[in-house]
């Protein structure tokens, strides 16, 4: 298979080297979802991936409960590593927010008022990238 199949750029080229799946396939659906169109959105689908992102996070939120999947995020594993790494890497402040509490939420029991934030911080970035792209036109 080619690698625009197995690796695509747009989710291999975070500066940690990390690949999107290497982290969302141990989240719960909608979380994952977020997680990956707000890793991707600089590279691919720009402000329509935020809005996904938003998308998944409001979805998440209308559900009873997060699912705790905690028991592959004990110190040293390699799913806590790779986060570390990731975050260590991330140099947009308000992208790095949003994964951090995304993480909260999925894997140390956060709360609906994590992903309230996350909405926030997202749609802080949506603007700031709207007023990018106006001022490009």
């Known amino acids: 298979m080619s690698e625009k199949v197995n690796h695509p750029e747009h989710y291999n080229r975070h500066p940690s080297g990390i690949e999107a799946i290497d982290i969302c396939e141990h ?3 909608n979380l ?5 169109y707000l890793f ?3 590279l691919k689908g720009g402000v329509q991936d935020i809005h996904k992102a938003i998308w998944y996070l409001n979805r998440q939120k209308t559900l009873k409960e997060i699912p705790i999947l905690s028991e592959n995020i004990y110190a040293g594993s ?8 990731f975050l260590k890497c991330e140099d947009n402040i308000k992208a790095y927010n949003v994964f951090q509490l995304i993480f909260r939420c999925q894997f140390y029991g956060g709360h609906s008022g994590d992903l309230e934030q996350a909405v926030d911080y997202l749609q802080q970035i949506l603007r700031e990238v709207e ?3 106006e001022q490009l036109c």
């Open 27 to 29: 989240m719960c659906f």
């Open 32 to 36: 994952g979802n977020a997680f990956k």
């Open 40 to 42: 991707r959105y600089h």
């Open 78 to 85: 390699p799913i806590r590593m790779k986060m570390k790494e």
């Open 131 to 133: 007023r990018r792209n």
